[in-house]
């Protein structure tokens, strides 16, 4: 990550203090794409990050030209937000570069217009439902790595319709698993339930299996995406294989 090309003249001419440039990637970590809910740091699509004077500048790129336009919304969106709530940073500046609909996405993010408001009569209307819809296979796939740990250690898949948080080690499947509950409105707390439904009603145990097999193939079908996803990009970036970082539960597989 560096300062701007010459052919931005005068927004960007040095870099900040160590931490606040450690601040800005902190917070674009925690931006996911919506469809792999992968950190978009993670999945090399974080190009160039640029300060100067509590001023931010942020490029962006994604796995190929057509990359659905609602996702890359989001991203964009969401970067803007995360970095803009750093304290020191007084302007925010995302842009997505080589990809059909960017001055569309860089001008209404840059203007607060929504994404309709960017995208006038193309567009059906906001995009929380479809964020909704993500952040609920997020949590699905997080409970299939959550209770296969469960299942390793000994449990019965009946059994899974009383396991409590309380119940899941201390690892980064439950971590997440904690995170993408939080991010739908369930319960965190220690005697909550695991297997619940996305409205948080537990599932019966004699379904528990079937839901299982249901959040195995969201799991798996959210794995294959990331993969495919990644590979796109450095087809068409052969450099961003060096950017990329691991994917956390491959790491954990290989363990």
């Not at 792999?36 to 740091?41: C, G, K, N, P």
């Not at 699509?45 to 300060?51: G, H, R, S």
Request: with cysteine; charged share 25%.
């Amino acid at each position: 990550m560096s300062t701007l090309p010459d052919s931005t003249p005068n927004l960007i001419t040095e870099l900040p203090p160590d931490a606040l440039l450690s601040a800005v990637t902190a917070a674009l970590s925690t931006v996911r794409d919506p469809e792999l809910d992968e950190s978009i740091v993670d999945l090399g699509f974080v190009t160039e990050v640029a300060l100067s004077g509590g001023r931010a500048c942020i490029r962006l790129r994604l796995p190929t030209y057509f990359c659905s336009p609602n996702f890359a919304y989001l991203m964009v969106s969401d970067a803007h937000d995360a970095v803009g709530t750093i304290a020191g940073i007084t302007s925010v500046s995302i842009v997505l570069e080589e990809h059909f609909a960017a001055d569309e996405i860089n001008a209404g993010v840059a203007a607060g217009a929504g994404f309709v408001g960017s995208f006038g009569a193309e567009a059906s209307g906001e995009l929380d439902e479809l964020r909704r819809t993500f952040q609920r296979k997020a949590h699905t796939a997080c409970l299939e790595r959550a209770c296969q740990q469960l299942l390793a250690a000994g449990w019965t898949v009946e059994g899974l319709s009383g396991a409590r948080v309380r119940d899941l080690p201390v690892s980064s499947e439950r971590d997440s698993l904690l995170r993408r509950r939080s991010d739908i409105g369930l319960s965190e707390k220690a005697d909550a339930p695991i297997f619940v439904d996305d409205d948080g009603q537990p599932v019966p145990q004699a379904l528990v299996g079937h839901r299982l097999r249901f959040a195995q193939t969201v799991r798996v079908s959210m794995d294959g995406n990331a993969h495919f996803c990644r590979g796109l990009l450095t087809t068409r970036y052969p450099h961003a294989a060096a950017e990329q970082r691991p994917r956390q539960f491959d790491q954990e597989v290989s363990r």
